[in-house]
Nanobody, 126 residues
Framework: QVQLVESGGGLVQAGGSLRLSCAAS????????MGWFRQAPGKEREFVAA????????KYADSVLGRFTISRDNAKNTVYLQMNSLKTEDTAVYYC???????????????????WGQGTQVTVSS
C-alpha cells in the first residue's frame, strides 16, 4: 500500500514557475513508477509526466515537454514536478500517482496507476 500527499500548488502568473512535491509512504516507493496527472474543470484527467523507479526513464505529455521536469528522491520518498513557463491552460488540479511495484514501465494511462493522492490546485493567471 502507498499513500501519497501532494503539495506546492498555488496561484502564479503566466510565465512563472512552481514546483510540486508528492510525499509517499510505504515500503515499495523506491520500486514504484510514479506519475503526475492533471484535471481541469469539465475535462478528463490527463497524463502529464511519469518516471521509473531509478529516475532513468521519463515520459512527458507533448503539451508540457520542454517546460516541465519530473524527478524523484528515493531517500526522501518524494517525487517532484518542476513546472516552468506556465501557461493559463496549465490550470488544473494536479494529482500524484503510483503504479504497483511489479510494474516497471512509466505508464501514461490513468488505468496504469493503483494509488492516487488527493490533488493540489495550480492556477495560472494571465
Amino acid at each position: 500500500q502507498v499513500q501519497l500527499v501532494e503539495s506546492g500548488g498555488g496561484l502564479v502568473q503566466a510565465g512563472g514557475s512552481l514546483r510540486l512535491s508528492c510525499a509517499a509512504s510505504g515500503r515499495t516507493f523506491s520500486r514504484s513508477v510514479m506519475g503526475w496527472f492533471r484535471q481541469a474543470p469539465g475535462k478528463e484527467r490527463e497524463f502529464v509526466a511519469a518516471i521509473n523507479w531509478s529516475g532513468g526513464s521519463t515520459k512527458y505529455a507533448d503539451s508540457v515537454l520542454g517546460r516541465f521536469t519530473i524527478s524523484r528522491d528515493n531517500a526522501k520518498n518524494t517525487v517532484y514536478l518542476q513546472m516552468n513557463s506556465l501557461k493559463t491552460e496549465d490550470t488544473a488540479v494536479y494529482y500524484c500517482a503510483a503504479r504497483r511495484a511489479t510494474s516497471v514501465v512509466p505508464g501514461t494511462s490513468i488505468y496504469d496507476y493503483a494509488y492516487w493522492g488527493q490533488g493540489t490546485q495550480v492556477t495560472v493567471s494571465s
